[in-house]
């Protein structure tokens, strides 16, 4: 197996450095990332010297910040010296600097790869090359592939497709996270509805790396669908949801009834204090949700879909486990929108303190956000008959006893609140 030494600074990479060695050992390659902070006064840790003496290749994270650190720059030398294959990848934010030392020098005199980190775009293309090219060593220098930037010359970055991306598409605030491989456990708690995955106790379950956006989908991005004709264009959407669409189901006082008015756009679209550009969109179905996914999925060529409960509980928990986004502490006021504090939806950006442990914004209240997934089956695939699907994250007018990063509720497909809207998740492919 080969082994792989992976330098970076923290900040911006460590997300970055986790990812790659995450996918690098499911490719059969060892990688060694320090997780232990450097970054401070003291000798230089040996057990760094040690593991870079140790590795057969010698891979450093280069962002916009990333040599302005003495202890990057020291790895950098050692591996040099000590004569290892060096590979550059070069993130999004890289520039190249203006007085390389003859260590950096050399790394960037090699071929490397470039990684789209920000727009998440090619993930999978370069964790493969990048694999690839540590296993080719030690010629991986005179490795011709795709996605290379040729530092020694300056050139820039391969050119972009045609196509526009979401990170460009769709206006800000919107962000991709990475989320890296990992498990959950689903439960069921007493006052919970109970599904396929929970009925009989708790299960865990294996969730592969994988990118969700940093905020829930807001009125001015789903706007951008609404623009585009997508309510009058029945190739975004299921079956059911085109029926339910033309149908015009609505809430008639007592129950959801066909209103012979087709949807033309979100319930409450129009409707202050419900529409800000920066709020969470609400009134919307699964079906509206999942047509997004489906109309942002073609025009950009990423794969982006609802997320699954798994994903979702993935995000808001990380690994310990914990009740809420933040922790196991009940919520404060700075932290979420719940309970009817406010009474209303409120922007995505309000409450960073709310943060889960990816940096994933307003998972805890403000809106339940719809999951791919089927309620009582557990099914993540697209039905063709009318089912039920899983709600998480509670919302500004629920409890926070119903918010927890393991709670769910679940809800008819065409029902359209007030409180419920979605966010979106993009597949990283292995």
């Not at 030494?5 to 990332?33: N, T």
């Not at 009134?283 to 996914?293: D, H, K, N, P, Q």
């Not at 990423?302 to 990380?318: D, F, M, S």
């Not at 929108?337 to 409450?351: F, S």
Request: charged share 20%; hydrophobic share 35%; net charge negative.
């Amino acid at each position: 197996m080969s082994k792989v030494f992976i330098s970076y600074r923290r900040i911006p990479s460590a997300m970055l450095a986790q990812l790659l060695a995450k996918e690098l050992k499911r490719r059969h390659i060892e990688a060694f990332v320090d997780t232990r902070s450097v970054d401070g006064a003291g000798p230089f840790p040996d057990r760094l010297l040690r593991a870079i003496e140790e590795a057969d290749v010698f891979v450093c994270l280069l962002a916009d910040t990333t040599l302005e650190s003495d202890w990057v720059r020291r790895e950098i030398q050692h591996a040099h010296d000590q004569g290892k294959p060096l590979i550059p990848v070069f993130q999004e934010s890289y520039q190249p600097p203006s007085d390389p030392d003859a260590h950096v020098s050399a790394l960037l005199q090699c071929d490397g790869v470039h990684f789209f980190d920000v727009k998440n775009l090619y993930i999978d293309e370069s964790i493969k090359q990048l694999a690839g090219m540590i296993k080719k060593t030690p010629a991986v220098q005179k490795s011709a592939v795709s996605l290379v930037i040729q530092a020694k010359d300056n050139s820039s970055p391969p050119p972009m497709p045609v196509r526009q991306h979401s990170i460009d598409l769709l206006p800000s605030p919107f962000e991709w996270i990475f989320v890296p491989t990992g498990v959950v456990t689903l439960t069921t708690e007493r006052w919970q509805a109970k599904s396929r995955n929970s009925e009989d106790g708790p299960k865990t379950f294996d969730v592969p790396v994988f990118a969700i956006a940093k905020y829930p989908v807001t009125t001015a991005q789903y706007a951008k669908f609404v623009e585009a004709g997508g309510y009058s264009q029945r190739k975004w959407w299921t079956e059911a949801g085109w029926e339910a669409r033309e149908q015009g189901i609505a809430w008639n006082g007592s129950e959801w009834k066909p209103t012979g008015k087709a949807w033309s756009e979100p319930l409450y679209y129009r409707n202050g204090p419900w529409n800000g550009a920066d709020y969470p969109i609400v009134g919307v179905s699964w079906y509206e949700a999942r047509a997004f996914c489906q109309w942002l999925s073609a025009i950009t060529g990423e794969n982006i879909t609802l997320l699954t409960e798994q994903q979702w509980q993935r995000a808001a928990q990380g690994d310990d486990g914990r009740k809420y986004p933040w922790g196991n502490e009940p919520p404060r006021e700075q932290q979420s929108n719940w309970h009817k504090k406010i009474g209303h939806t409120t922007p995505v950006t309000q409450y960073p303190a709310g943060a889960s442990p990816y940096g994933v914004m307003d998972m805890y209240g403000n809106v339940w956000e719809w999951c791919l997934t089927a309620h009582w089956s557990g099914s993540h695939m697209l039905q063709t008959a009318r089912d039920t699907y899983v709600l998480r994250g509670g919302s500004w007018h629920w409890d926070h006893w119903y918010a927890g990063g393991a709670s769910r509720e679940l809800a008819d497909p065409y029902i359209r609140e007030d409180d419920i809207g979605f966010r979106v998740c993009a597949s990283v492919p292995t």
